[in-house]
């Protein structure tokens, strides 16, 4: 069993950045594609991005495609969304998200791929 914790919300205004981290807990951190996915108000939640095993892989949403970075610590059990430029469109709640994948460089673009989920982080960009 996985457990994710996300940190690092917060206020921005446009044009700004900020940094998002997931902190994971129960072992076999190694063997999970990382995602991160988000969900605006009255929205239904969308893929942000994803990270494969040995960090050889990566995907990312057509929204957020050159202005987000994702990495992962495969020491430290942790993964992070790096977000620059930021728009007001980018207001949502951000999610991190762990599926078991036997390859090391699958990514996941679906959520039901992810077995654990985080329980969020609130990204509001103001304009």
Not at 15 to 39: D, E, H, N, P, T
Not at 68 to 78: A, G, L, Q
């Amino acid at each position: 069993q996985v457990q994710l914790v996300e940190s690092g919300g917060g206020v921005v205004q446009a044009g700004g950045s900020l940094r998002l981290s997931c902190a994971a807990s129960g072992g076999g951190f190694s063997l999970y594609v990382m995602g991160w996915f988000r969900q605006a108000p009255g929205k239904e939640r969308e893929f942000v991005g994803s990270i494969s095993r040995n960090s050889g892989a990566i995907l990312y949403g057509d929204s957020v495609k050159d202005r987000f970075i994702i990495s992962r610590n495969n020491y430290m059990d942790s993964v992070d969304l790096q977000m620059n430029s930021l728009k007001s469109e980018d207001t949502a709640i951000y999610y991190c998200a762990a599926g078991r994948a036997g390859s090391i460089l699958t990514v996941f673009e679906t959520s039901t791929a992810y077995s654990f989920w985080g329980r969020g982080t609130q990204v509001t960009v103001s304009s």
